[in-house]
């Protein structure tokens, strides 16, 4: 089976990489930058901006691909899945109106408002940022303020946590327009991602992922700096019930998509925020969370290859999904200066006897073989054992011998962590 990646980071290696585990599946790719990793995998790489969408289009059938995985969110928005679909080449994706789910803020808060769906949490969309500031300044309590469009994780300003009153109204009025304000969301994030074939929702293992560029969750958001997954597939802060709403919110969420004339198909990110109240939700992504895609997919014991060709036919079922019951921790490297002034071509070397396995991102392969930073993470390392010290001690032992200008987050995954996590629950 010939399968097309779309995109070039540590989600896109991994996804390789497991799509690759099945011995008769060949995969091409098509990414912005040469990712070492997958093109080491595929059998036929082209370069180019991934929204160039008749670029994809012509590699996509120039390399006979019977399916297509896309990656990240951008090549969504431009309507690849819907171009590759009339090439005859079915995805794993939604298509651009379904995307909206992630795209589109504004559509993702009225869809669940209008159709009652449970853990929408209180919003307001504003067109002129004259409306947006006189609703923070008349507001009593904590807002969050967020573009309506794709930021890459880094567009939104919480209230009482980033910015003051002044300075959620000055970022209000930067934006011109187009906003989103919510309630600020109190409680501990979980991420559930899921295979959908537009109608049937197969969940994977919860994961908890870690936006703060420093240790003790401080410091500016990232693209996300590491995650762990329990061997329970669950996570500790979260009960049963709480799962249980959080995948029937999901689950509501497709059945909705499907009655409006947008059938959702692809992965389905749910980004939860664990209240007293509850789950509620933060946002839902229209593909794989880059990291959580490394911890599930490196867990996932059945065939990925099959995944595809089930989620395409819409016959996907629970009995083809299985995940090892291990614990994950994935700890991300980053260049010197990351998120705000990162600085590129700093040489690295990685240690030879690392336990954990390892995903590139975005790191130039030179001629001579030397690993270059880039300006966006790096690497990550994944550690797997039967408990979660296990995963974190061979994750720590990888990404501590990693030498040259990089840094990583060493807090991630260990139990002190988790055990504050669990207290912090517990407080609300
Ligand atoms: P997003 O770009 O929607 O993923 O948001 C980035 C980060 O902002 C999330 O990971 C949350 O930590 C935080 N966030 C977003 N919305 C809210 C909210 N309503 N309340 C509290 N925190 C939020």
Do not use: W
Not at 11 to 40: D, F, Q, Y
Not at 190 to 205: E, I, K, R, S, Y
């Amino acid at each position: 089976m010939k399968i097309l990646v779309v995109g070039g980071g540590g989600r896109e290696h991994a996804i390789a990489a497991a799509l690759c585990r099945n011995a008769t599946t060949e995969i091409c790719s098509v990414m912005a930058k040469k990712n070492p990793g997958i093109a080491a995998l595929a059998k036929k790489v082209h370069l180019c901006r991934e929204t160039d969408v008749k670029s994809i289009v012509g590699f996509a059938k120039e390399a006979g691909a019977e399916y297509a995985f896309i990656g990240p969110e951008a090549p969504l928005e431009a309507g690849i899945v819907d171009a590759l679909g009339s090439a005859g080449i079915p995805c794993i994706g939604p298509t651009k109106a379904a995307a909206r789910l992630e795209t589109d803020k504004a559509f993702c808060r009225q869809m669940m408002d209008m159709n009652n769906l449970d853990g929408c949490p209180l919003y307001r969309v504003f067109h002129s940022s004259d409306d947006a500031v006189r609703f923070i300044e008349g507001y009593d309590g904590d807002l969050v303020v967020k573009p309506i469009g794709l930021t890459g994780g880094k567009g939104v300003r919480i209230m009482g946590e980033q910015v003051d009153r002044a300075g959620a109204i000055a970022y209000a009025r930067s934006l011109k327009g187009d906003v989103v304000l919510e309630e600020r969301l109190l409680g501990e994030e979980f991420t559930l991602q899921a295979f959908v074939d537009g109608n049937h929702l197969v969940p994977m293992p919860l994961v908890q992922d870690h936006k703060r560029a420093f240790e003790g969750d401080t410091g500016p958001n990232t693209g996300g700096m590491g995650s762990y997954s329990m061997p329970d597939h669950k996570l500790p802060f979260v009960s049963k019930k709480d799962y249980t709403r959080a995948l029937a919110i999901m689950q509501s969420v497709v059945a909705v998509m499907e009655r409006t004339g947008s059938p959702y198909q692809g992965i389905l990110y749910g980004q939860f925020m664990n209240t007293a109240e509850g789950p509620r939700v933060i946002e839902f992504n229209a593909r794989f969370g880059d990291p959580e895609a490394m911890n599930v997919l490196s867990l996932l014991s059945s065939d990925l290859s099959e995944i595809v060709c089930r989620i395409a036919e819409g016959s996907l079922a629970a009995s083809h999904v299985s995940f090892k019951s291990r614990a994950t921790v994935c700890k991300y490297l980053v260049p010197k200066g990351y998120p705000d002034t990162p600085h590129a071509g700093d040489p690295i070397m990685l240690p030879a006897d690392a336990r954990a396995l390892l995903y590139y991102a975005n790191v130039e392969k030179s001629a001579s073989g030397a690993l270059l930073t880039q300006t966006s993470r790096t690497l990550a390392y994944v550690g797997i054992g039967e408990t979660l010290e296990e995963a974190e001690r061979s994750a720590e032992q990888a990404a501590s011998g990693v030498t040259g200008e990089v840094r990583y987050r060493s807090d991630i995954g260990t139990r002190a962590l988790l055990d504050r996590r669990i207290a912090h629950m517990k407080e609300l």
